[in-house]
């Protein structure tokens, strides 16, 4: 089943939230292998899920929150 807008908007916040963090935390944003802290997220979930966040389940909702937490706080 594909992901619910319900989650998908949750996804959304949080990596809104991340990127948001990294900015205001970061020295250096451009140490980041992405063009900004917010795609870096995007890229970091599609890389440790294997696929877009879209083509996830909402069973998939804790493992991808983990995901952002864990770039959220360890970036490099």
Known sequence: ???SN???NT???EVRKAGDHL???MEDVHELPAL???SFIWDMITHDMGK???EC???DLDTILGII??????PL
């Open 36 to 38: 900004n802290p917010y």
């Open 6 to 8: 319900e989650v998908s």
């Open 23 to 25: 900015f205001k935390t």
């Open 1 to 3: 089943m594909p992901l």
């Open 52 to 54: 877009n966040y879209k």
């Open 57 to 59: 389940e909402d069973d």
């Open 11 to 13: 996804i959304k916040n």
């Open 69 to 74: 937490e864990h770039y959220k706080n360890n």
